[in-house]
């Protein structure tokens, strides 16, 4: 059984301010790892094309600064005969997990098209049994749930009390 959850209007507030923030340094091509590192606390990854990436969508910036210790944008080539079996040379990972072997791929809305799905189909296939790599795929508003959860947790643990 699924409970509903409801966020303070403070969690809402401070979840859609840091939205807008997010946003704003995003498209203004500032670093957006600062914030991460101040709102969570996290040391800088140690590996090129962290979360402070920002070639990636909104919700991707987003998601890096949820999960900083995840790489981005990594690349997987499909291997000698890999273009004709699944018609690229390489397929880029949103977000990886090397300890686990997982990928996280950010979806948008042209991932509910039927050609999307399709696509997304035939790449966690090849993720799965040719890298043996599992793909967990998250929508945008699945990201902002995480944001509101995150910040749900600190508020919790005491985590919020000097943000103004």
Request: proline residues 1%; contains cysteine.
């Amino acid at each position: 059984m699924n409970a509903v959850i409801h966020l303070s209007t403070d969690i809402r507030f401070l979840a859609d301010r840091i939205k807008k923030e997010i946003y704003r340094d995003h498209f203004l091509m500032r670093d957006v790892m600062d914030l991460g590192l101040g709102m969570f606390g996290y040391r800088s990854p140690n590996f090129k094309g962290g979360c402070g990436d920002t070639k990636g969508t909104f919700h991707e910036v987003l998601f890096g600064i949820l999960f900083p210790y995840l790489k981005s944008q990594i690349a997987f080539g499909t291997g000698k005969g890999g273009y004709k079996k699944y018609g690229v040379k390489r397929y880029i990972a949103d977000f990886y997990d090397e300890e686990h072997k997982t990928i996280y791929e950010i979806d948008g809305k042209s991932h509910r098209t039927k050609l999307g799905i399709l696509s997304d189909v035939l790449r966690d296939r090849f993720f799965r049994n040719e890298l043996g790599i599992k793909t967990i795929r998250i929508s945008n508003e699945g990201v902002e749930k995480l944001l509101e959860d995150r910040l749900s947790l600190l508020q919790e643990e005491g985590g919020l009390k000097d943000v103004a």
